[in-house]
């Protein structure tokens, strides 16, 4: 098997990971070419554009290209598009390349790992909606996989919201409701921090202008950290 055709193979096959591709692709640059090379047309890659409409309202339509691997890295990895955390990030790269490579070799027999896919679906159970963001994804990862496989998913569901409870914690009984992705920040020393609470107010410059902020504090020291999204 030609080794461009084999590599993507593995990486259908759950053999070379996520991550691992990443870091390889970055070294290798002709396994993203070749892959874009070798997609059928039906496949597009979509990236947004910000303009701004009437009343400053911002939107943000999207642009259709031919596929490109690399272009594809960077929409749905480092922009995040369609997905708020780094697992539906992966999920969504893994889900895509692996269908370029077997709609390219449909007489191939494929297996096409689902791991990521499952892990997903367990975390959508799991994980309450307002922990997430860059600063903790891989607090989730590790936490996930603390959880023992061999238990029932009803009780993995619940051991996995025990932990997180614990290390994510509320100074009252109330979440953050963000107004756009969760963004979770972490303390100096790597501590997820404690919510405190959140207060909303108008803009100066733009009085229709809404932002949020989202007062949070080291548990250590009692630092805090403010956290705006606005609308």
Not at 180 to 187: G, N, R, T, Y
């Amino acid at each position: 098997m030609d080794e461009m055709k084999k590599y993507w193979v593995d990486f259908a096959e759950g053999k070379i990971s996520v991550s691992e591709m990443l870091k390889q692709t970055e070294e290798r640059p002709e396994l993203l070419e070749w892959l874009t090379k070798i997609a059928d047309p039906k496949f597009k890659t979509y990236t947004t554009q910000t303009e701004i409409g009437k009343d400053f309202y911002v939107c943000h339509p999207p642009i259709e290209h031919p596929f490109n691997a690399k272009l594809q890295i960077q929409v749905y990895v480092y922009e995040g598009q369609g997905s708020r955390s780094r697992l539906g990030r992966y999920l969504n790269v893994h889900s895509l390349f692996s269908r370029v490579i077997t709609t390219a070799f449909p007489d191939d027999a494929i297996a096409v790992d689902k791991t990521l896919d499952e892990k997903f679906c367990f975390m959508l159970d799991a994980c309450p909606q307002y922990i997430g963001g860059p600063e903790v994804d891989h607090f989730l990862d590790e936490l996930l996989e603390e959880i023992p496989a061999g238990l029932s998913k009803t009780r993995r569901i619940r051991l996995y919201k025990e932990k997180i409870k614990a290390l994510f914690p509320l100074a009252g009984k109330k979440y953050p409701h963000w107004v756009q992705d969760a963004e979770w920040p972490i303390s100096p020393s790597g501590k997820p921090m404690r919510f405190v609470e959140q207060k909303r107010k108008k803009g100066k410059e733009y009085a229709q202008t809404l932002y949020t902020h989202f007062i949070f504090e080291d548990v250590d020291t009692g630092e805090v950290r403010i956290i705006d999204q606005f609308t």
